[in-house]
């Protein structure tokens, strides 16, 4: 077992959990360093949210986990001043109203500035008047948006962050999270089913399984190690196959394979060769019925 990075924002090594007799977490290494968005990325129930609440302090667990150098269950309250955690915004108290919700939040976080989420919301139709229950999607993007850009905090944790919001009003939320809050001391870490509406944003991706980290990567190596071949000429997808594929389906009468590893200089004669999308990498790595390579790190 390798040592935790001493410059990393979370470190964890041999992290497990069970439940009963259930074990739900298979023993999770992973360094996640400051400045960087990653995607952790699973099916339900694959062990995202686990993972979440060992790293916020919100469960116990075995092995180690490491944030901002600190226990997380043990000393969650000192680590909380650095640490924010925002949910989907139906978590939003819809009894309050504007101005209470941000006066709440300062009670709880020491570094939620109430004047800076208020500021975010010039320009808007939200009044600090307003109760959050009469506020349209939109409107309630924005007032999380506003409140999540709000917190000084050096990890932010979005589970599901625009749930339940149209496409419009979700591509919004993560261009101004990007654009506006963003810095190279602050990380992010995000889980959503819609994957490819943050593929641009994110500069690693975590794919997790049934309790194990199966991928765990820099999106720029995405390309170097993944190949996605299109074959539209039949006689040549036994040929292809014979390079083994992790994965191939047939989608509108075409073969579509990706590749783990091979060259993409192997494959050009054969199709159309390209990289493949972080969804259809999803989809092939946690599938893959046609072989089971060893895991990425």
């Not at 993972?51 to 944030?67: D, E, F, H, K, P």
Request: no cysteine; proline share 5%; hydrophobic share 45%.
């Amino acid at each position: 077992m390798s040592e935790p990075t001493s410059l990393a924002i979370v470190s964890a090594r041999g992290l497990r959990k069970r439940f009963g007799r259930k074990e739900i977490l298979h023993g999770l290494d992973f360094d996640i360093p400051a400045g960087r968005i990653y995607g952790l990325i699973g099916h339900n129930g694959a062990g995202k949210t686990t993972t979440l609440n060992a790293m916020l302090g919100l469960t116990s667990y075995q092995g180690s986990i490491r944030v901002l150098g600190q226990d997380p269950f043990a000393s969650r309250a000192r680590l909380m001043q650095d640490v924010a955690f925002i949910s989907d915004v139906a978590s939003l108290p819809r009894f309050l109203r504007a101005r209470e919700l941000f006066a709440m939040l300062g009670d709880i976080h020491p570094n939620f500035s109430a004047e800076k989420a208020a500021s975010f919301l010039q320009g808007t139709d939200i009044r600090p008047e307003m109760k959050i229950r009469t506020l349209s999607k939109g409107m309630l993007a924005q007032l999380h948006l506003a409140v999540v850009m709000a917190i000084d905090a050096r990890l932010l944790v979005l589970d599901e962050p625009t749930l339940g919001l149209d496409i419009t009003y979700r591509k919004r939320f993560y261009k101004r999270l990007l654009e506006d809050y963003m810095t190279g001391e602050r990380t992010l870490i995000i889980t959503t089913h819609q994957v490819d509406e943050i593929e641009f944003m994110l500069t690693d991706i975590m794919f997790i399984r049934d309790g194990s980290l199966i991928l765990h990567m820099p999106m720029e190596k995405v390309s170097e190690k993944f190949t996605q071949l299109v074959i539209e000429d039949a006689d040549k997808a036994d040929a292809a196959r014979a390079l083994h594929p992790a994965y191939e389906e047939t989608r509108f009468g075409q073969t579509v394979m990706i590749f783990d590893g091979v060259e993409p200089g192997r494959l050009g004669p054969l199709g159309r060769v390209s990289t493949p999308t972080i969804s259809d990498l999803f989809v092939a790595l946690m599938q893959r019925p046609t072989a089971n390579p060893e895991p990425a790190r």
